[in-house]
């Protein structure tokens, strides 16, 4: 407020608490002066009501502001110089895995993935020579020792000759991992290196995920049994085995689009030996859905430890899914092809075998009457040859009463007679 219409507010309020010693004026110099006195008083009495009223505004605007960046979504970082954290807000905290008190006084490039130091220094550097703001993405190393992606917004500040390094982190990860996951399905590098692809698949889920335990299963027996595909654990590929779908998470799974135990996952389901053997903690599973709308598969993915963020796993698992059902259902026709084939193939052999034994057969039929026609022929060049030298008169009619054959000496008598 200013200080004329303060002055004027005083003296009105005076004017108003002393109206029975207006008599008194006539005392010019000492009253002048207490006059003077109590307005300046009273100037004083509403300048500290309005510095009380300001400071409570900024203490509470102050306090919104502090509520705001302790539970934003970015994390903030204040450092120092020499890179050490000298403030901290909850966010950031939660990020990293720790309490707030023991990040104070830690380097900040002890969190930073050893590869992306040089370059978050490089960056800092950059940004308190040109003052201009910065940009750079690196990984962060949690306190569990997850790794996440996060991109750093760099601000420089000076306070009394110092500078001071503001951060801003956000999570990226999530996005890393699907941008990663879509360049994995559209790069076709298991086609490459000639690897089956739901191998390469199990694999890539396995080392993207961080998880110990990836499996990829066909259903089979009306979705009561699975046969797996495709098994990764603990960094090798094991073999395909079938099993049935009871007291398994996997069992859950089926006819759900995600099914998640972030936790106890072995305890839940204690008849399941595979859980029990590797200390299973965490398991995540999703249903492969068909062309015609019915499971025909799973993927389920599980850890020794437990799942802090079920989101990013279930984003990959949903990405890769469909890919995934394609893909088996391909493999179940190109199965179905080859077993119809495969039968197709016999049935022609067998027919084949059949047509060439009916064959042998009526070769043999036709080389057994071939013989019978050369005796009979023989035999009948002899009886011929015999009839011929004979006196007997032989003749044979055929049914309409013609020669059909007549031997050589009723022939001669013939010509004799003509």
């Not at 694999?203 to 335990?213: I, Q, R």
């Not at 859905?289 to 698992?317: D, F, Q």
């Not at 047509?355 to 057994?368: D, G």
Request: proline residues 2%.
């Amino acid at each position: 407020m200013h200080t004329d219409s303060l002055r004027k507010i005083a003296e009105n309020q005076l004017k108003q608490s002393a109206g029975n010693e207006k008599h008194m004026t006539s005392i010019a110099g000492d009253l002048k002066l207490f006059h003077e006195l109590q307005v300046h008083q009273v100037e004083l009495e509403m300048q500290n009501e309005e510095l009380i009223k300001a400071h409570s505004n900024l203490e509470h605007y102050q306090k919104k502001l502090t509520e705001i960046i302790e539970f934003t979504p970015n994390s903030y970082f204040t450092l120092n110089y020499r890179r050490i954290i000298q403030d901290v807000n909850l966010t950031g905290a939660s990020l990293l895995g720790y309490d707030r008190s023991s990040l104070l006084n830690i380097n900040f490039t002890e969190f930073i993935n050893p590869e992306d130091q040089n370059v978050f220094d490089l960056y800092c550097s950059t940004h308190i020579e040109t003052r201009k703001h910065q940009v750079c993405e690196v990984r962060i190393v949690r306190s569990d020792g997850q790794q996440l992606f996060v991109r750093l917004d760099i601000a420089i500040t000076e306070i009394k000759k110092e500078f001071q390094i503001l951060l801003i982190l956000t999570d990226i990860t999530l996005q890393k991992q699907i941008e990663d996951t879509q360049s994995f399905l559209l790069g076709n590098s298991w086609i490459e290196s000639g690897k089956d692809f739901f191998a390469t698949l199990a694999e890539y889920l396995a080392k993207t995920l961080g998880m110990d335990y990836v499996c990829i299963d066909r259903l089979i027996d009306n979705g009561l049994e699975a046969h797996t595909v495709a098994v990764y654990f603990d960094g090798h590929f094991e073999e395909n085995i079938s099993y049935e779908l009871s007291d398994t998470p996997c069992g859950q799974v089926v006819g759900q689009s995600v099914c998640c135990f972030p936790r106890e996952v072995r305890y839940l389901f204690p008849k399941d030996l595979i859980l029990k053997e590797m200390l299973a903690e965490s398991y995540i599973g999703i249903t492969l859905w068909g062309s015609e709308g019915k499971p025909v598969g799973l993927i389920a993915v599980i850890g020794r430890k437990p799942i802090i963020n079920t989101r990013s796993i279930e984003m990959v698992l949903k990405q890769v899914s469909i890919r995934a059902a394609s893909e088996l259902e391909h493999r179940q026709l190109e199965e179905a092809i080859i077993t119809s084939r495969d039968k197709l193939e016999i049935l022609v052999n067998e027919r084949t075998a059949e047509l060439q034994e009916a064959n042998k057969l009526l070769k043999n039929e036709i080389a057994i009457r071939k013989q019978k026609e050369q005796h009979l022929k023989i035999a009948e060049e002899k009886y011929r040859t015999v009839a011929d030298y004979t006196y007997d008169s032989e003749t044979w009619l055929g049914p309409d009463g013609k020669f059909i054959l007549c031997f050589a000496f009723i022939q001669n008598i013939k010509r004799l007679c003509c």
